[in-house]
């Protein structure tokens, strides 16, 4: 097994346990605060990195910053709000469908291919989707996972926008707007419902600031050490220790529709990503192939 799957199944692992303690802590505190708090310590912990590294700020390409930074901050609030609402399970699974929504507007905005094989399957991802939002049931709880859903898609837009701005900012940059968007963004969010937070808040709320940087420093090291598409599927499975925690802290049993519509997405998921890599190979092997003509001319 190589490096990069090792580190990708570490960030896996790194981002289950945030979100046991994002679960854990939003029973006595507001969704909003718990992602405020996230964001701030981020926000202070990446600039600190960004000085130790000598990354500086640019001066163009603000707007789509900040443009990353909204998207990425209304989704951690939705995801936060959604992992506080529903079975650790569910919500996990709900988020891992933004890749879906990626390969949507990749093509729209970067203007990026999308083969036959990868439109067929896509209606397979939205059927999962349909049976972990339940909406026959007619209940709270789907509402709350459509929040869920809508995560999913922001953060798709999220990750669109890095791949936009990667070309052109530092990594650090990019979190660093993104964070900061976040703690700003949650403040008004958060205003009517603050509450001060105990002993035992703050140490998880300084823990989960820590270990999801830490995730995040795990998996851009495994996108160096490996295919980005490869490192995408290796991390599925993090829906396997989130709904151990959720079993093991909440008792949490995933119905029949979860394990279903969870087997649909992930199948999905890993079926559009091999088309991509196999379209991909294609387009270098036609450039390949068009450079020993290119070189006789």
């Not at 570490?10 to 046991?20: D, G, H, Q, R, T």
């Not at 303690?21 to 992602?35: D, G, I, M, R």
């Not at 970067?110 to 439109?119: D, N, P, Q």
């Not at 087997?263 to 998921?269: D, F, G, H, P, Y």
Request: hydrophobic fraction near 55%.
């Amino acid at each position: 097994m190589k490096n990069g799957i090792y580190l990708a199944i570490l960030a896996s692992l790194v981002f289950s346990i945030m979100n046991a303690l994002v679960k854990a802590v939003s029973f006595t505190l507001p969704p909003t605060e718990v992602a405020f708090f996230r964001s701030l310590i981020g926000t202070i912990l990446i600039f600190a990195l960004m000085k130790q590294s000598k990354v500086s700020f640019s001066t163009t390409g603000i707007p789509m910053l900040l443009t990353r930074g909204v998207l990425g901050a209304i989704y951690l609030i939705t995801y936060f709000y959604t992992i506080s609402k529903i079975p650790l399970t569910d919500a996990t699974i709900l988020a891992h469908m933004s890749p879906i929504f990626v390969f949507i507007l990749a093509f729209f905005f970067l203007k990026e291919k999308l083969s036959r094989r990868m439109v067929y399957i896509m209606p397979i991802a939205f059927i999962g989707a349909l049976l972990l939002v339940k909406p026959f049931q007619f209940s709270s709880y789907s509402m709350y996972a459509l929040v869920g859903l809508l995560s999913a898609v922001l953060g798709a837009g999220a990750a669109t926008s890095i791949r936009y701005l990667s070309q052109r900012h530092h990594a650090y940059e990019i979190v660093f707007y993104f964070l900061a968007t976040a703690t700003l963004v949650s403040i008004p969010l958060m205003w009517n419902s603050f509450v001060i937070p105990n002993t035992t808040e703050w140490i998880y709320l300084i823990a989960i600031g820590v270990v999801s940087l830490i995730g995040q420093v795990f998996l851009t090291k495994a996108f160096t050490h490996e295919n980005a598409i490869v490192v995408e599927v290796t991390r599925y499975i993090g829906i396997v220790f989130n709904a151990l925690w959720g079993f093991l802290f909440w008792f949490e049993i995933p119905d029949i529709y979860t394990i279903a519509g969870g087997c649909l997405i992930v199948a999905t998921c890993i079926m559009m990503s091999q088309g991509k890599q196999k379209l991909k190979n294609q387009q270098l092997s036609s450039i390949s192939s068009q450079s020993p003509a290119t070189s006789r001319k």
